[in-house]
């Protein structure tokens, strides 16, 4: 009986201590932190790229540059870095009206910083495909909303 006690009191401690470290790893869920950030994060994304769209469709510059950080740094294949949020409206003023369809393909990250990584298809407004390709994405919370921090992009 003795030799049965022992090997049980260990296992029991090991599955203790295993628990308290899941635990400190995972919430209460049992998910871990990060995972339920960067999936809240991903949803507010999905809206803030729904509505990035609706203003490059009216071609509206301003709204466009709205969501981006004012340090944002837009990395464009073939052209220098254009860096800040006036820039970067600049850019949007010069490009006009267009359409441009984001798939977000994985978010993840920490609470107040996620990359994401998508697919874009980029249309004229009159829906002629101009351009298909994939980006990454590094949002940044800044006063409670996300914004773009950095954006780097490439087509197919």
Request: glycine content about 8%; charged content about 25%.
């Amino acid at each position: 009986m003795k030799k049965t006690i022992l090997p049980l009191i260990v296992l029991s401690g090991c599955l203790v201590l295993a628990g308290f470290t899941a635990k400190d790893q995972m919430g209460i869920t049992g998910q871990s932190s990060q995972q339920s950030d960067a999936e809240a994060a991903k949803k507010e994304i999905a809206l803030i790229n729904s509505r990035f769209n609706e203003s490059l469709q009216k071609g509206d510059a301003k709204g466009i540059a709205s969501v981006y950080t004012t340090d944002a740094k837009y990395m464009a294949p073939n052209h220098p870095a254009i860096l800040g949020r006036d820039k970067i409206e600049e850019l949007y003023n010069r490009i006009g009206e267009t359409d441009l369809v984001v798939s977000t393909v994985d978010v993840w990250g920490e609470k107040n910083m996620v990359t994401e990584e998508g697919t874009y298809t980029l249309k004229t407004n009159n829906g002629a495909q101009v351009e298909v390709g994939k980006y990454l994405a590094l949002w940044k919370k800044v006063d409670g909303k996300w914004k773009i921090f950095r954006e780097c992009y490439n087509a197919d």
